[in-house]
């Protein structure tokens, strides 16, 4: 399947997500019951998953978001710039962040160190997509939906140079990587 300018191919099926979101959704609904938790997602990558893991939530909870600035590209993941949109007061809050994807783990180490500096009771992190042997700062991720190998993935959310995003299922890529200036992912 071509996306843009790049073939990829089948990776994660509409239906194995949403069965692996249901349970995330359980398992989050139990573990934050009577905590009031305040769900922060990473946009843009991240709007689908959330949309969809918050209908399997079942306990009262607030969801908020937050994006930032930072350049990608296939191989490189940049230096996160700015963080907008914590404005809520996570004082005292039980705040899990949803990603769709921790790759090196940069990112997150950037949004979580930033997160903290509001003194929340306690900051979890849920990411529909981890690639362990991609991982380069040691963050803990507490919810996982799928650990994949380190290998570009489009669709549900995640993009390829902007496209890709309205894809109900992952792909990932079935060409080799080129390691050039070109391959820019687009931003979050
Ligand atoms: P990290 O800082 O962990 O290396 O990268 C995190 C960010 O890079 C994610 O939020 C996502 O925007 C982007 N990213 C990492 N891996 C992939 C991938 O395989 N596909 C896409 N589309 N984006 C990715």
Same mark, same amino acid.
């Given at each position: 399947m071509l996306v843009k300018d790049k073939k990829f191919k089948r990776y994660i099926s509409e239906s194995a997500l949403k069965q692996r979101i249901e349970e995330l959704g359980r398992q989050l609904s139990e573990d934050y019951a009577g905590k009031n938790p305040l769900f922060i997602a990473v946009l843009n990558g991240a709007f689908m998953f959330a949309a969809d893991l918050m209908r399997e939530i079942d306990i009262p909870s607030e969801i908020s978001f937050i994006k930032f600035t930072s350049y990608h590209n296939m191989h490189s993941t940049g230096v996160v710039d700015q963080i907008i949109g914590? &404005?809520?007061?996570?004082? &005292?809050r039980h705040v899990v962040v949803i990603e769709d994807i921790v790759d090196t783990g940069i990112t997150m180490t950037e949004v979580l160190a930033e997160i903290r500096r509001y003194h929340p009771a306690s900051v979890e992190v849920v990411a529909l997509l981890t690639k362990p042997k991609a991982l380069q700062r040691p963050v803990s991720i507490k919810y996982t939906g799928f650990e994949i190998e380190p290998k570009f993935v489009v669709g549900y959310g995640l993009d390829y140079d902007g496209y890709?995003?309205?894809?109900?299922e992952i792909l990932i890529l079935d060409e080799p990587e080129q390691s050039d200036e070109n391959g820019d992912w687009g931003t979050e």
């Open positions: 914590i &404005e809520e007061d996570l004082r &005292e890709g995003r309205n894809l109900c």
